[in-house]
């Protein structure tokens, strides 16, 4: 096997390192920004802000006058820091119930979808 | 002809009532509208006209031969629960003279006609665990619960009761099986209290009277209606309509088809869910029922819900699933729908009623017309109940649930029958309440009954066969000691 020179081995590990910038570059630069909301720390509890987002349009169609910063207010008095999982399986059995384009789903969390959806609109 | 009790109506009920009382030393003739098969003849005397709510006609889902309904019923079974007979503030019209115990001692009789094995329904579990886990659902309002299945021996599922036991009604020795004998008339006595001969007529033009000390009308909901009130001769209302409730509270169980769709997070669901499974010699199959403390605390009726096969989510659907599922901590990676299926109680309704109409069949007797009323408020009660179901799959964390239908549009859009025909011949204590009284009597006939679900007062969500032939079981205890 033929051995690489000293200064192919420089060129094969500085393009390496300009694709892999490269690549952490656009992936930043394509990353779907959404505008900053006052209530951006309850949204972060969910994993898929798109799927949130798409939730919480079935959820707000079920909501009147749904206002969003007393709701992200409500919201986390709710939760008082606690994890997303403790508050939202107590609120199946506490009966807190909300429904979503039919999907019966814990109150809390139809919530923080409709704040996301609120946020992409 | 003479008879210590005629009975008319050779389905499931008249030939259960007719084998129980076989060995007593009564004479029985059996009055059957049709022959041993289908005949579309026989079969257009059903024919009647209907308005109102869609509903499936008048002739379709009965059949007219010996064996009746049974020739073509789907086998399921499962006792009526003890709520189904109380009377309940919230379902107006409810209540029956009888409570379950007055009639769970029929149900072992009644199984083994159906050739439906060993009772086990809630025990089933202890059977079944091989099987698989039942579905891990919160504390709450439904359960899993059991129906049983009836299996008539060699390769036909499930007994036809008129292949079944034709044998054993022609062993014997007092009792007669008439075929092709239609009833058109109950003629009561001149003082209208006691039936004293009943009119036969065939198709062919043969007409003969039969006079029996008791008749037993087991003609299924609709036929006992028609001929209580056709039979109009002494009394202008009919027989036991004094108070104008025969051919009232006409009932069915609608069956919404993917009336929800069930999500569970790792896929796996018993076999037993999805469709009947041998287990110690009977056949089984799961459903999903609201609890009698639910029903209570709720104010909703009886519901069974089955598991039905898988389906696709769209992508709301899937979102749904990925965020609720990440939300509770739980892998859906795996997560398989399943479409819902259910039969559901309805409210007791006098305006949902059979009339006789103008026209008539090709035995001269008034046809009927059905005027058919479904309340939305049912439709609501029921999507609560799946409401419940879908907050204990979230605090198991098994899974959840979406509700397909909310408008009645959308209700109907989806909706068939589990052709169970109630109601019309009501049981009740009190004659202004009911046809029939506690023992099935007509109320004012000394000597008329009437047996089948059509005396039942409230529907619950049970498959009525293994029920109204309890019911029967009971009458034929009642008739050794009655007629003499």
Known sequence: MKRLTRRQTLWLGGSVVVVAGGGVGARLLLRKRFAPTPYDDLIALVEDRDGAAQIGETVLAEVEDFEPKTMAADLRTRIAGRPLATVIAEDASDRRIAEGGGWVLPETLALICALAAKASA | ?484
């Not at chain 2, 002809?1 to 109506?9: F, K, R, T, V």
């Not at chain 2, 499931?12 to 509208?33: D, Y």
């Not at chain 2, 409730?245 to 088809?257: K, Q, S, T, W």
């Not at chain 2, 479904?374 to 964390?397: H, P, V």
């Open chain 2, 1 to 484: 002809m003479q008879a210590d009790l005629a009975i008319i109506g050779g389905g499931p009920v008249g030939i259960a009532i007719a084998l129980a009382l076989a060995k007593t030393p009564l004479k029985i003739v059996l009055l059957e509208s049709g022959g041993m098969s289908f005949d579309a003849k026989t079969q257009a005397l059903y024919d009647g006209s209907k308005v109102g709510t869609p509903y499936v006609t008048l002739e379709a889902s009965r059949l007219r031969y010996l064996g009746g309904s049974s020739n073509h019923w789907g086998g399921w079974c499962r006792p009526m629960d003890a709520i189904d007979f109380e009377e309940r503030t919230w379902m107006p019209y409810s209540g029956w003279p009888i409570t379950k115990k007055d009639v769970d001692r029929y149900f072992v009789k009644a199984h083994e006609l159906c050739e439906a094995g060993t009772l086990y329904y809630d025990g089933a579990g202890k059977v079944t665990g091989d099987l698989g886990p039942r579905l891990a659902l919160g504390p709450g309002g439904l359960t899993t619960r059991w129906f049983q299945f009836s299996r008539m021996h060699g390769s036909v599922l499930p007994t036809h009761f008129g292949e079944r036991y034709a044998g054993d009604l022609k062993k014997q020795a007092k009792l007669t099986v008439y075929l092709q004998a239609n009833v058109t008339r109950l003629g009561l006595g001149r003082a209208g209290s006691a039936i004293s001969e009943l009119d036969v007529a065939t198709l062919d033009g043969k007409k003969f009277t039969v006079k029996p000390k008791a008749a037993v009308l087991a003609t299924g909901a609709i036929e006992s209606a028609r001929l209580l009130l056709a039979s109009n001769d002494v009394n202008t209302a009919g027989i036991g309509n004094n108070h104008d409730l025969v051919g009232r509270f006409f009932a069915d169980h609608p069956c919404p088809r993917d009336n929800a769709t069930l999500v569970l997070f790792d896929g796996k669901i018993a076999p037993y869910y999805l469709g009947n499974q041998v287990a110690h010699g009977a056949i089984l199959r799961a459903g999903l029922f609201p609890s009698e403390d639910f029903r209570r605390s709720q104010a909703v009726m009886a519901s069974s819900i089955t598991v039905e096969g898988k389906i696709d989510l769209d992508d709301v659907g899937k979102a749904a699933v990925a965020v609720t599922a990440a939300a509770l901590g739980v892998d859906a990676s795996n997560a398989v729908a399943h479409s819902l299926g259910c039969g559901m109680e309805v409210t007791p309704d006098p305006d949902r009623r059979l009339t006789l109409d103008a026209s008539r069949d090709a035995l001269g007797m008034p046809k009927l017309k059905l005027h058919m009323r479904l309340a939305d408020q049912d439709f609501a009660k029921y999507r609560l109940t799946l409401k419940e179901l879908g907050r204990q799959l979230l605090e198991s964390r098994a899974g959840m649930l979406k509700l397909n239908s909310r408008t009645r549009d959308e209700w109907f859009g989806s909706l068939d029958w589990g052709n169970h025909h109630m109601g019309t011949t009501r049981m009740s204590a009190d004659p202004r309440k009911g046809v029939v009284n506690a023992d099935l009597k007509v109320h004012d006939v000394a000597n008329l009954y009437v047996a089948g679900s059509s005396v039942f007062p409230t529907y619950g969500a049970a498959n009525p066969t293994i029920n109204l032939l309890a019911l029967a079981l009971r009458l034929a205890d009642h008739l050794k000691g009655a007629v003499k």
